[in-house]
């Protein structure tokens, strides 16, 4: 079997529904202890199962660096997003989030560090961080700066790392070639925004549908994604009967299962610092969706 493809909204690229999402290879005090040859042997075996998507960014500790030491001679294998409005050193002893910087300084020093430390010529995607408002893109003249970068060369298209309450005014803006939102089974407060997006003609990459937002049923999973409280997704799993249409799946097959029946989906990132947990990953996507009928009842039994 193989992952499935679908357009990313009007970019002309396609994409695999699974994609990898490389905050899980930031490194310590954030993230967990990753040997530089347990990061090279994932990220090849990212590449050799198929997934042609890779999502990363400027604070996402040791990851760009990774990626470019490891899976950089394999550059034209997959299309590699990074972000912008980062701050370029990271406060030692604070926990994110981050104050963050969406001047044309600051997001033409991120594209450049980005590029370095990738060790690439060209992002495919940039992507704002943190959903600012539409007013804090004006006044900063973020897009301009984006599209000044896309002039040179250096970037492909742009995105936006979008929530509410803002979400909505990005759309809006028709200038986002892509939108990255979270969205799972139990965190399905933007599921008409994803659909919006992809009406205007954008890509969507979701996150959230798994690690992020699935009960706990092993140590790869965490309460608390991104927008709930903690175990406030487990809370809406068990005030739900939606148990009852797993047939055999595991909770993990059916969260990533239930993310990639939405049908405005371009593709899901899941990040992993685990080989076999991402083999799992990669054994679910390739199942597809779930049914209709399966995914009808889920949203049903799961509405909030």
Same mark, same amino acid.
């Given at each position: 079997m193989t992952i499935a493809t679908r357009p990313l909204g009007r970019t002309g690229a396609d994409v695999t529904i699974?994609? $990898?999402?490389?905050?899980?290879?930031?490194? %310590?005090?954030?993230?967990p202890a990753v040997a530089d040859d347990d990061a090279a042997r994932l990220l090849n075996a990212v590449l050799d199962a198929g997934i042609n998507l890779i999502d990363t960014s400027v604070d996402y500790g040791r990851s760009e660096e990774l990626i470019g030491r490891y899976i950089g001679h394999r550059r034209d294998e997959y299309f590699l997003a990074s972000k912008c409005g980062c701050p370029l050193e990271l406060p030692a002893d604070t926990p994110p989030p981050?104050?963050?910087?969406? @001047?044309?300084?600051? /997001?033409?020093?991120? /594209?450049?560090?980005?590029?370095?430390?990738?060790? &690439?010529?060209?992002?495919?995607? #940039?992507?704002?961080?943190?959903?600012?408002?539409?007013?804090?893109?004006?006044?900063?003249? &973020? #897009?301009g700066t984006l599209q000044d970068l896309k002039d040179e060369g250096k970037v492909r298209f742009i995105g936006m790392s979008g929530t509410l309450p803002n979400l909505p005014d990005h759309i809006a803006m028709g #200038?986002?070639? #892509?939108? %990255?939102?979270? $969205?799972?089974?139990? %965190?399905?407060?933007?599921?008409?925004?994803?659909?919006?997006?992809?009406?205007?003609?954008?890509?969507?990459?979701?996150?959230g549908g798994v690690a992020r937002g699935a009960p706990a049923e092993d140590k790869n999973w965490r309460a608390g994604p991104i927008g709930l409280a903690e175990g406030e997704g487990q809370r809406r799993?068990?005030? @739900?009967? /939606? +148990?009852?249409?797993?047939?055999?799946? +595991?909770?993990?097959?059916?969260?990533?299962?239930?993310?990639? +029946?939405?049908?405005?989906?371009?593709?899901?990132?899941?990040? &992993?610092?685990n080989i076999d947990h991402l083999r799992r990953n990669v054994a679910d996507a390739e199942k597809g969706p779930l049914s209709a009928d399966v995914y009808d009842q889920a949203k049903e039994r799961l509405r909030h």
């Open positions: 699974l994609g $990898y999402g490389a905050m899980e290879l930031r490194g %310590q005090p954030r993230g981050y104050p963050h910087d969406y @001047s044309p300084a600051n /997001v033409r020093a991120d /594209v450049e560090q980005s590029l370095r430390r990738l060790g &690439t010529d060209r992002l495919d995607l #940039v992507q704002v961080h943190m959903s600012p408002s539409r007013a804090q893109l004006e006044t900063d003249d &973020t #897009v #200038v986002f070639d #892509v939108f %990255q939102i979270p $969205y799972s089974a139990i %965190q399905r407060e933007h599921e008409e925004l994803i659909t919006a997006a992809a009406a205007a003609g954008a890509g969507t990459l979701i996150r799993w068990e005030s @739900s009967d /939606v +148990s009852d249409l797993l047939d055999g799946m +595991s909770r993990m097959e059916f969260m990533l299962r239930f993310t990639l +029946s939405h049908p405005d989906l371009s593709t899901t990132i899941v990040g &992993t610092a």
